[in-house]
């Protein structure tokens, strides 16, 4: 009997011990399938995170036209799957628009346009896309940027005796300012009172002169831009004096004294003496090659001109705001066309220590050079541009704050 009643007690305890067991793998198991859950809620809310970001703005000069400029825009996609409308404004004005279809496996775009038409300069640019669908922050979705452009202070001077189908065309080789001299309606004749009293580093005639200069006047005349190194082009046009042509003739290098002796000239004779450099353009039909694109003799008259100017060189950040992980981008261009390929490094210092340099990179295309500085820890980062002789050409200066670190 006590043999049987230990029998019981015992069969009872394994039917406890292993009531426990199945009960306890049962907790466990479903512990696990908790966190799986968890896991898989996670990634389902991480997967349907979308953002569309700006992340740099670079503005540059199209040297084919110096009214006109480039604005390049990249950009930042997370998820994007859907067609999104970027927009330029200036001031209240739309001056150019596009779509972009984003793919979720591209995360990076880009998007210029081009700025040919008359703009205001002293009001600020909007750059603005268009959100998606499950997006929450739009702020990175629009920026706004004022041309920082530095001004070209070439001074520039027009003499136009009788208006031409020339005319236009030459204006387009000038900057968006300038001086032009036309004839006084009532006179007939220029009104040269402000031209002697301002310096100029080119001087344009077209069609000029259209009358009999006195002696005296070109004297006068040839005092001020030798002295003042003035840069000389002029077009022969079929209405300008050919009197005043010979006398003039001499600032071209030439020594005219027959209507043959102008027509042998080519189209382009280029002349330099000392610091003073002049050019003729013997085609009266200029404005034929100009739309036809035959125009390189042109472009490399102006080039030659102005090859005396001093040659700077600016640099810009992409962006007014970065923050830790980011790239600063950084890029910059000549103030005219250098034909020269330049080597320019970034020193970069945090925190006034130095840490390391990185070698800037020409873009061929747009013609700027160009680097990425990472950004991996916090501070005042400071960044010296400098060129193959070691000197300092520009510093620039960001900070990445503390607080934007822990985003």
């Not at 002295?227 to 005219?256: A, H, M, W, Y």
């Not at 005396?308 to 910059?332: A, M, P, T, V």
């Not at 390391?356 to 020409?362: F, V």
Request: hydrophobic share 40%; glycine share 2%.
């Amino acid at each position: 009997m006590i043999r049987n009643n230990y029998l019981l007690i015992f069969f009872g305890i394994i039917i406890c011990i292993s009531f426990f067991i199945k009960n306890f793998n049962k907790e466990e198991s479903q512990e696990v399938d908790l966190s799986n859950n968890e896991f898989i809620e996670q990634d389902f809310t991480n997967d349907f995170i979308a953002d569309v970001a700006i992340k740099n703005i670079i503005v540059y000069p199209n040297w084919d036209n110096k009214n006109s400029l480039y604005v390049d825009i990249d950009i930042e996609n997370i998820n994007g799957d859907e067609k999104v409308q970027i927009s330029l404004s200036n001031g209240n004005k739309l001056i150019g628009s596009d779509q972009i279809l984003l793919q979720p496996e591209e995360t990076k775009y880009s998007q210029s346009f081009l700025l040919e038409e008359s703009v205001d300069f002293d009001s600020k640019f909007y750059v603005k896309i268009s959100s998606l669908k499950f997006e929450e922050d739009i702020e990175n979705n629009r920026y706004s940027f004022n041309v920082n452009l530095e001004e070209d202070n070439l001074k520039v001077a027009l003499i136009t005796g009788n208006l031409n189908f020339n005319s236009m065309a030459i204006i387009k080789y000038l900057p968006e300012k300038f001086d032009h001299f036309l004839i006084d309606p009532n006179t007939g004749i220029h009104d040269f009172k402000d031209f002697w009293f301002t310096n100029y580093d080119l001087l344009v005639m077209d069609n000029f002169p259209n009358y009999i200069i006195s002696d005296r006047w070109l004297e006068l005349f040839a005092r001020k831009i030798y002295s003042q190194n003035t840069s000389l082009i002029l077009f022969i046009g079929e209405n300008q004096n050919f009197e005043s042509l010979v006398k003039i003739s001499p600032l071209f290098g030439l020594k005219v004294k027959s209507r043959d002796d102008i027509n042998k000239i080519s189209n382009k004779e280029l002349f330099e003496k000392n610091q003073f450099k002049s050019v003729l353009i013997n085609n009266t039909n200029f404005y034929k090659d100009f739309f036809n694109g035959d125009i390189d003799y042109i472009t490399q008259s102006f080039r030659w001109l102005l090859d005396n100017r001093k040659l700077n060189y600016n640099f810009f950040l992409g962006s007014e705001h970065y923050q830790i992980n980011d790239k600063i981008f950084i890029y910059g261009f000549s103030n005219r066309i250098d034909s020269d390929k330049k080597l320019f490094t970034a020193n970069v210092f945090i925190n006034d220590k130095y840490v390391y340099e990185k070698k800037l990179y020409l873009n061929p295309i747009s013609n700027y050079y160009f680097t990425q500085i990472n950004t991996n820890s916090t501070g005042d980062y400071t960044i010296e541009i400098v060129d193959e002789n070691d000197f300092i050409v520009q510093t620039i200066a960001i900070n990445i704050p503390e607080e934007l670190s822990k985003l």
